[in-house]
């Protein structure tokens, strides 16, 4: 049973504009929630991550929001540059607790 | 930086191989971890390790054994390859349970 969803495979969005990817989860003891990008061949790197006692953090054209009531989070690029394009996971973990839990992705295509 | 290396990017093996991956981290972490990547099903976790000679099963076990006889090194043993084992491999470290994990660059492992 997956813990952690996103239920969007893909996305496509012009260059300039804002991509909004979503990720939802069903474990309230979650307390710390991260993004994944990752290139075809190439390991995930790690983006941004948000503690649940935040509900937003952002860095550079990267912002973060967590809606703990709902458990959703989002990830909001802006702009969006072609660069961007690539697999987005989202991924949930609890304090003092070593495993992760993966959402599936979702696949950012960036237009020029 | 905080490197993961990955002894293969490629491997194509026959059915019933004994496979062996191995991981290397060079920040002194104490967990990593092993994933299989397969699409639509985002990162399932297969074992991880907290300590040397310590190993926890994750979510897909079955079909996997792993090593961890140093803290800087983590392989996983596939006993006899199976065409169903046929995905990207990606090994994994984090220090602290709060903090990102750092991937490898995968290994794309081809049963055949």
């Known amino acids: 049973d997956q813990q952690v969803k996103q239920n969007s495979p893909s996305l496509s969005v012009q260059e300039g504009r804002i991509s909004i990817l979503n990720c939802d989860y069903t474990n309230s003891m979650f307390d710390y929630f991260l993004w994944y990008k990752k290139y075809p061949a190439e390991g995930p790197t790690f983006l941004i991550s948000i503690s649940s006692i935040k509900d937003k953090n952002e860095d550079g054209r990267f912002t973060v929001f967590l809606n703990k009531s709902a458990k959703h989070l989002s990830l909001h690029i802006v702009p969006s540059q072609p660069g961007d394009s690539a697999v987005y996971f989202c991924?949930?973990?609890?304090?003092?607790?070593?495993?992760?839990?993966f959402g599936s992705g979702t696949k950012l295509n960036v237009k020029p | 930086d905080v490197k993961v290396t990955q002894s293969s990017r490629y491997l194509v093996k026959r059915t019933g191989e004994k496979v062996f991956l191995e991981c290397v981290q060079d920040m002194d972490h104490e967990n990593m971890f092993w994933y299989r990547q397969d699409p639509g099903l985002g990162l399932r976790l297969i074992y991880f390790s907290y300590d040397v000679k310590m190993k926890e099963k994750g979510d897909i076990p079955e079909g996997y054994s792993v090593s961890r006889e140093k803290k800087e090194r983590f392989s996983l043993i596939l006993e006899s390859a199976s065409t169903n084992q046929t995905s990207m491999y990606l090994c994994?470290?984090?220090?602290?349970?709060?903090?990102?994990?750092?991937f490898g660059p995968g290994t794309r492992l081809t049963v055949l």
């Open positions: 991924a949930a973990t609890r304090y003092n607790f070593n495993k992760f839990y």
């Open positions: 994994a470290s984090t220090g602290t349970s709060l903090s990102e994990q750092f």
